[in-house]
């Protein structure tokens, strides 16, 4: 599976934006699709993650409640919605795949290219 993301751009603060992932290949239903997201000078981290085939969604506490993470499963693609951005948000956005519930990087196996974000104040 190959994934291809999209959406990056520059807004200003309190703005929105939407990611996109697209993938490649039959996505087993036991999938687990995510976002995360690396600053400047800072390691990548964790932003949201949700099932493949089920609508269970976990989001690091520095986006819930701003950020949606859903699927369209007939598109083969991940969207993150971004809505009151600030420019903390400000980083290049990465999507990926892997096959277990978890925050840990390490743990995916595939990965996009990566969409820069930038927020400005």
């Known amino acids: 599976v190959q994934l291809q993301a999209s959406g990056g751009g520059l807004r200003q603060a309190g703005g929105s934006l939407s990611l996109s992932c697209a993938a490649s290949?039959?996505?087993?239903?036991?999938?687990?699709m995510a976002w995360f997201r690396q600053a400047p000078g800072k390691e990548r981290e964790f932003v949201a993650l949700t099932r493949w085939s089920r609508d269970s969604t976990l989001y690091a506490g520095s986006v819930k409640g701003r950020f949606t993470i859903s699927r369209d499963r007939a598109k083969n693609t991940v969207y993150l919605q971004m809505n009151s951005l600030t420019p903390e948000d400000t980083a290049v956005y990465y999507c990926?795949?892997?096959?277990?519930?978890?925050?840990?990087?390490?743990?995916?196996?595939?990965w996009g290219q990566g969409t820069q974000v930038t927020v400005s104040s």
């Open positions: 290949g039959r996505i087993f239903s036991s999938a687990v």
């Open positions: 990926a795949r892997g096959s277990q519930w978890t925050t840990q990087q390490d743990e995916y196996f595939a």
